[in-house]
C-alpha cells in the first residue's frame, strides 16, 4: 500500500512523462501469449471484432479516423495471420482500438487492476489498444487526465511533447476530449522538415516495450505508432480540474455542433471524428443542459466519482519520491537533436504525392480554419471567463 501511494503521488505530480521499466503486474488475462488472448476473445465475443483499416500510401495529411474503412471479416487470429507481420505487398494497416472494457469479454479482461499505481477507484474505466504494425493516433493532447499506458504486448513509439510546444491545433476533425494537431508525424513532408525539426527543442521520445508502463502528464502532445503488433492497456485518472475543462468541452461542441446541424453526411464525417457522428445533440436546449449542470458540478465541486488533486507536491519532493521507490522508475529527457531528425528522416520516406491525391474537402479552408479559431483553447478560456464575470454579476444583482 505505502508502494502504489508513492507511485500515486509521483504520477499525479510529474512534470515531464515516466517510464516504469518492466513493471510487475498480475493481471490474468495476459498470463499467456498474444495468440491466446485473440482466441480467448474470439470464443467468448457476443459480436466479432470491428478493425480499422488505414492505406499505408496514404501519407499527405495526418492518418484521421475518418479516412479509414471498417473490416468487419476479421476475427482476432485472422488479423494476426494477415496482419501479425507487414510484408512489403501489404497495403494497409489495421487496428481495434480505443475499446472501453464493456466492449471486451470479460475473460479477457480478468485481473485488470489499477491500484497497484494507486488508484483502485478505476471502475473498469479503461481503454484496449490493439494494432498492427504502423498503425498509429495523429498527434493529439489529451483534455481531461493523467494517462497511465501499460504495454502489455508488442512494441510502440511515443513522441511527446509539452503543453506550450507551438504545434497548431485544430478541431476538425472534432473528438470529444482530444485536441489535435495539423502536423504529420507519421509521414513529415519534406519540404517542411525545418518546421519539424524546430519543434525538436522539446521532443521527448520511448519506444514502450512489453511489460513497460508510461504516465503522460496532462495536456502533453503525443503521437503514437505501433512498432509491432501491440497490445496496451489505458487509463485516464480523473481530476478535479477536469470538472473545469469539461465546461470547455461542452462549449466547442456547442460550436461544432452549430457547424454541422443541417448539412449532409459527407460534411459531417470531414468535421466529425465517427465515434461522435451518433452524438449530436437534438436540440440546443439539450446541451445547455447539460452545460448548466457541469457548471453546477464545477460550483459545487461534487462529483459521482473520485477526484484526484494535482500538483500539490513540490519539483524536490517528486525527485525524492523517484528515490524513494523500489521500482525502476525513468523520467523521459528531452530527445537528443540527431536521433529526433532522423526519426523524422525515416518517417518522411513514407510522403507521397505522385500516387496518392490529397483527400477530398466538403468546406472551403476558410471554413475549416474558422471552426478551428473558434475552437481554439485560448478562445474558449477567453468565452467561460466572460461567462462567469457576468454570473458573478447577476448574482450580485
Not at 508502463?213 to 497490445?231: D, F, G, I, K, N
Not at 446541424?261 to 465515434?275: F, H, I, R, T, V
Not at 507521397?352 to 483553447?377: F, G, K, R
Request: negative net charge; charged residues 25%.
Amino acid at each position: 500500500m505505502a508502494h502504489s501511494s508513492k507511485l500515486r503521488d509521483l504520477i499525479l505530480n510529474t512534470r515531464v512523462p515516466l517510464i516504469l521499466e518492466q513493471f510487475p503486474l498480475e493481471w490474468e488475462c495476459f498470463d499467456g501469449s498474444l495468440h491466446d488472448w485473440c482466441d480467448w476473445f474470439d470464443h467468448e465475443a457476443s459480436d466479432p471484432p470491428t478493425f480499422e483499416l488505414m492505406s499505408l500510401a496514404d501519407t499527405r495529411t495526418p492518418q484521421w479516423e475518418r479516412k479509414r474503412t471498417r473490416a468487419t471479416h476479421l476475427s482476432m487470429q485472422q488479423f494476426l495471420r494477415e496482419y501479425g507481420v507487414l510484408e512489403e505487398d501489404h497495403t494497409h494497416w489495421a487496428a481495434y482500438q480505443y475499446k472501453r472494457a464493456h466492449e471486451i469479454p470479460a475473460s479477457c479482461l480478468k485481473g485488470i487492476d489499477f491500484s497497484c499505481f494507486g488508484f483502485p477507484e478505476h471502475g473498469n474505466d479503461f481503454s484496449l489498444w490493439l494494432g498492427s504494425e504502423q498503425a498509429n493516433t495523429p498527434c493529439h493532447y489529451d483534455t481531461f487526465g493523467v494517462n497511465i499506458v501499460v504495454q502489455v504486448f508488442g512494441c510502440k513509439s511515443w513522441l511527446l511533447f509539452p503543453p506550450e510546444t507551438p504545434l497548431q491545433s485544430t478541431r476538425v476533425p472534432y473528438e470529444e476530449s482530444s485536441v489535435y494537431c495539423l502536423d504529420n508525424f507519421y509521414a513529415p513532408d519534406p519540404e517542411k522538415m525545418q518546421h519539424y525539426e524546430e519543434l525538436g527543442r522539446e521532443a521527448y521520445h520511448c519506444n514502450l516495450q512489453a511489460g513497460d508502463v508510461l504516465v503522460v502528464p496532462r495536456h502533453w502532445w503525443h503521437y503514437v505508432e505501433a512498432m509491432s503488433t501491440s497490445l496496451s492497456v489505458n487509463y485516464w485518472v480523473p481530476l478535479k480540474v477536469d470538472m473545469d475543462l469539461a465546461l470547455d468541452e461542452f462549449l466547442v461542441k456547442h460550436i461544432v455542433e452549430s457547424f454541422v446541424k443541417g448539412e449532409n453526411d459527407e460534411m459531417k464525417q470531414y468535421l466529425l471524428n465517427p465515434n461522435q457522428l451518433n452524438d449530436i445533440s437534438d436540440k440546443p436546449s439539450e446541451l445547455f443542459a447539460q452545460f448548466e449542470a457541469a457548471v453546477q458540478n464545477m460550483e459545487s465541486g461534487q462529483s459521482n466519482r473520485k477526484l484526484w488533486e494535482t500538483d500539490y507536491i513540490s519539483q524536490k519532493n517528486c525527485e525524492s519520491l523517484l528515490i524513494s521507490i523500489s521500482h525502476s522508475v525513468r523520467p523521459l529527457k528531452v530527445m537528443p537533436p540527431e536521433e529526433y531528425k532522423l526519426l523524422l528522416q525515416n518517417n518522411s520516406k513514407r510522403f507521397q504525392t505522385a500516387s496518392t491525391p490529397l483527400e477530398p474537402t466538403p468546406i472551403s479552408s476558410t471554413w475549416e480554419l474558422l471552426v478551428s479559431s473558434m475552437c481554439a483553447p485560448r478562445v474558449i478560456a477567453g468565452m467561460k471567463r466572460e461567462f462567469f464575470r457576468r454570473l458573478r454579476q447577476s448574482n450580485t444583482t
